[in-house]
């Protein structure tokens, strides 16, 4: 296979995307059959049929939509580049494009996101929210600088990216004051037989927190699992079932939602991650949440 040729791979981007090669002769100020002559080249470079035709038209082969796919990445990342330097300096701030995990505390990623936003050189937060798989994703395309997880990078995914541990804390339960009224008693005995909500099976402290209740044999009544920790907190706050919080938020929850604190264990811990494409931390928004963390909201184990 020879080597790559970006510019026929990019004719064959705006041919697959015009839908036709005359269509993308008129976009590129260029005659059909140089294209097509482009085309052929980058075929035969490639060693696989791109495009096979059907009646007049063009439709990609099986092999033509994985190679689209590359290029899509390829050509939106340089259009994305061009964008950004056609920005004059004077207004253009630091990008900081950070993916938080679903499972994160909504504000548990606030207070580690906050320091970020006091460095000297203030940058512009771009936040997005989603499945960390899908997050990892877009980190090894360099469209995030970073990710906010409870758990470490997996090891099944084929992605470069290393895990820095931000810190780990308990789990205080909470529950609105009708229903912690009729669950008075000794914790965390009260949570047998007791009206429970749990995090999604995507959740890392979730097996943690079923093993620690197994060991106690505490039973509680599962009425609800959520991928979402706001919804898991929303139910909560209404009375739905007893909820866990990370314990370094749990008086901000308390005072956001009016329930009452049931209880709090160390036994299980949820731990929280900066994961990023750089083996040792540099970026200064990263570096600032980092320590904060370090010193201020989590203990970190040695």
């Known amino acids: 296979m020879s080597a790559l040729n970006y510019k026929h791979l990019h004719y064959f981007w705006v041919v697959a995307k015009a839908g ?9 100020h260029l005659t059909p059959q140089s294209i097509s002559g482009q085309l052929g080249v980058l ?18 082969t099986e092999a033509g939509r994985m190679v689209l796919g ?9 259009e994305e580049l061009q964008e950004a330097l056609r920005q004059q300096p004077a207004s253009r701030s630091m990008q900081f ?37 899908s997050l990892l994703g877009e980190l090894a395309v360099h469209r995030l600088d970073l990710v906010i997880a409870d758990r470490p990078m997996p090891t099944k995914l084929n992605v470069r990216g290393f895990s820095h541990l931000l810190g780990e804390c308990g789990l205080t339960f909470l529950a609105a004051p009708a229903l912690a009224a009729t669950h008075a008693g000794h914790f965390p005995q009260l949570l047998d ?3 429970l909500l749990l995090p999604g099976e995507d959740a890392a402290v ?4 079923m093993r620690w209740l197994d060991e106690l044999r505490i039973r509680p009544r ?15 706050k209404e009375g739905a079932g ?26 299980v811990t949820e731990q929280f991650y900066a994961i990023s494409t750089e083996r040792r931390l540099t970026h200064p928004a990263v570096l600032a949440i980092s320590t904060t963390a370090r010193q201020e909201m989590f203990s970190v184990p040695n």
């Open 20 to 28: 036709g090669v005359g269509k993308a002769a008129e976009r590129l």
């Open 43 to 60: 075929e035969e470079a490639l060693a696989t049929q791109l495009f096979r035709r059907v009646g007049r038209t063009l439709e990609l």
């Open 70 to 78: 590359y290029a899509e990445e390829i050509f939106v990342l340089g």
């Open 97 to 133: 494009r950070v993916g938080i995990a679903d499972m994160v505390a909504k504000s548990v990623a606030y207070q580690l996101l906050e320091p970020a936003m006091r460095i000297e050189e203030k940058p512009r937060l771009q936040c997005r929210e989603g499945r960390l798989d």
């Open 193 to 195: 037989t007791a009206p």
């Open 206 to 209: 979730r097996p943690k927190l």
């Open 222 to 236: 599962i009425v609800g699992e959520f991928d979402d920790s706001a919804l898991l907190n929303a139910f909560g």
């Open 242 to 267: 007893i909820y866990a919080v990370p314990s370094t938020i749990s008086e901000l929850i308390q005072a956001q939602t009016g329930s009452v604190r049931l209880g709090q264990t160390d036994q």
